[in-house]
């Protein structure tokens, strides 16, 4: 199915937080949080879709492909920031491999679910498999540019369409993104352009930082988004079955009725 996701798992890779009592970044986090309700919705309506309750083209139509693009673009942009403010702040290494380990295993299970779901459409580089190849990239390469990065996202952007070939669309391949023919399969997040979007958000975190911009606060109508934001590889790895359970138990309960 197409998973938004966009991508909760990324910004779960660090929360960032300042001064000795490890303040979390409210406002990152209620940027997650609404990432993670369109997330939800956009996923549950997938679902009635799938059991026959509403009639939607996921697959074609630009009002769901546009949300898509939105929603991923959200959660790889806060998980940029955050990478920048949990630099800044002394990550440990351990702890970034810890969560980097968290975020791969997570993909394991996901490839392991979507085979046994759409077997001739599994997701072998979707969301968690991008993430966990953008956070390496990050943490060993781009990092030390600070916010020159800033300056590769647009051609991070671009280079799908500037230099996309044939070569690269077998599945050996096709996790670059340099492709010219979508693969079959329920989500792909490859690495280009969607880092490309990720560096926006790292290197804009490093920028503000310099005018000593930490988003702390959190207004209280927007306290119940700061803490979903708080749980994103959490909510989004349970979600789904969650959604799909009820879903299958209120097409089941209405075939009874019937």
């Known amino acids: 199915m197409p998973e938004p996701f966009a991508m909760a798992a990324m910004n779960q890779a660090t929360s960032p937080s300042f001064g000795p009592r490890r303040v979390r970044l409210g406002g990152l986090d209620t940027l997650r949080g609404l990432a993670i309700v369109w997330m939800m919705s956009f996923h549950f309506s997938f679902d009635l879709n799938w059991f026959g309750f509403i009639h939607a083209d996921f697959y074609t139509s ?12 959200l959660f790889l942009f806060s998980a940029g920031l ?22 791969f295993g997570c ?11 759409f077997p001739q459409s599994f997701i072998y580089f ?62 792909y997040v490859p690495l280009l352009p969607w880092i490309g979007v990720f560096w926006v958000g790292s290197g804009l975190g490093v920028l503000l930082q310099r005018v000593d911009f930490k988003p702390l606060a959190v207004l209280p109508s927007v306290r119940p ?28 309960l209405k075939s009874i009725s019937i």
């Open 62 to 73: 630009p009002w769901w492909l546009w949300q898509r693009i939105c929603i991923v673009s």
């Open 82 to 103: 955050a990478q920048s403010y949990g630099d800044a702040r002394g990550r440990r290494e351990a702890a970034f491999w810890k969560r980097w380990g968290q975020i």
């Open 107 to 117: 993909g394991l299970l996901v490839v392991v679910g979507s085979y046994l779901a």
């Open 126 to 187: 979707g969301i968690l498999q991008g993430v966990a190849a953008m956070l390496l990239v990050h943490h060993l390469l781009s990092r030390r540019l600070g916010a020159w990065v800033l300056l590769l996202a647009p051609l991070a952007i671009a280079a799908p369409q500037l230099w996309g070939h044939p070569l690269f669309n077998p599945p050996l391949w096709n996790w670059t993104g340099l492709i010219t023919q979508k693969p079959i399969t329920e989500d």
């Open 225 to 252: 988004l700061a803490f979903l934001g708080r749980w994103p590889l959490t909510i989004y790895m349970l979600h789904q079955p969650v959604f799909v359970g009820l879903v299958w138990l209120a097409f089941h």
